[in-house]
Every structure is written in C-alpha cells, then in structure tokens.
C-alpha cells in the first residue's frame, strides 16, 4: 500500500509539472469514458434490453416475395389478417423514404417506420 501512495504522489508530480500533458490526458480519458457511456447506452437500449410487448419471442415477421425490398399493399395486409389461423394478431408497418433537399446535394433520403396502431394486436 505503501509503495501505490507513492507512486501517486510521484505521478501527481510529474503531472503538475507538465499541465498542457496533464490536461490532454484528463481531455482524452473523459473523452473516452464518455463515448464508452454513450455506446452502451444505445447498445442497451436498442439490444440488451428485451422489447416491451407480452411474449416478445413471440413475435414473427412476415414478408412476401423473394425481394429484400418487397411491400405489400392495404389490401393484402387484410386478406392476410382475414385468412389468419396461426397467429393471435397481425401489425402492418410502413418504411417510408423521403428526399432531403439541403442545396448541396439532393439525393439524401431519411427513412421512418411507423406501426399502424388499429391494425395492432396489442
């Protein structure tokens, strides 16, 4: 223990003697700690944690076609919730894209998902 106090004391002395050193190694550690935090935080919020409906792993995703890309129309969402002997209930979602004009370069394109509250079981 005593050999740790003074090793301290030793690195609290080199540390005020150089403070341009001591303030980007204070600047780089709190830096890092802090994305840390905030890598985690997103990380447990979009995928540690389980989601917040009954019987999560209950949950399947229905799609129709061979295209990554594939959408089904209104209608057959309700052919498909009509006909339904496997499931308690079915939500549709939208991908909507849209293009963002900043001037500068027009192509960019913001997506947004969006759960269609009456069609949803829950």
């Not at 005020?16 to 994305?35: C, W, Y």
């Not at 840390?36 to 009954?54: C, D, G, H, Q, T």
């Not at 009509?82 to 849209?98: E, K, M, Q, W």
Request: positive net charge; aromatic residues 8%; proline residues 6%.
């Amino acid at each position: 223990m005593a050999t740790l106090l003074r090793d301290l004391r030793f690195a609290l002395r080199k540390l005020r003697k150089s403070p341009v050193f001591a303030m980007a190694a204070i600047v780089t550690l709190a830096l890092g700690i802090g994305a840390n935090a905030v890598v985690f935080s997103v990380l447990n919020a979009l995928i540690l944690r389980p989601l917040n409906v009954p019987h999560a792993e209950s949950l399947y995703g229905i799609q129709h076609g061979n295209e990554a890309s594939s959408s089904q129309s209104y209608p057959d969402y309700l052919d498909l919730r009509d006909r339904n002997r496997s499931f308690d209930g079915l939500a549709a979602y939208d991908i909507a894209s849209a293009g963002l004009d900043s001037g500068e370069n027009p192509t960019r394109r913001a997506n947004s998902r969006s759960v269609r509250r009456p069609c949803s079981p829950w």
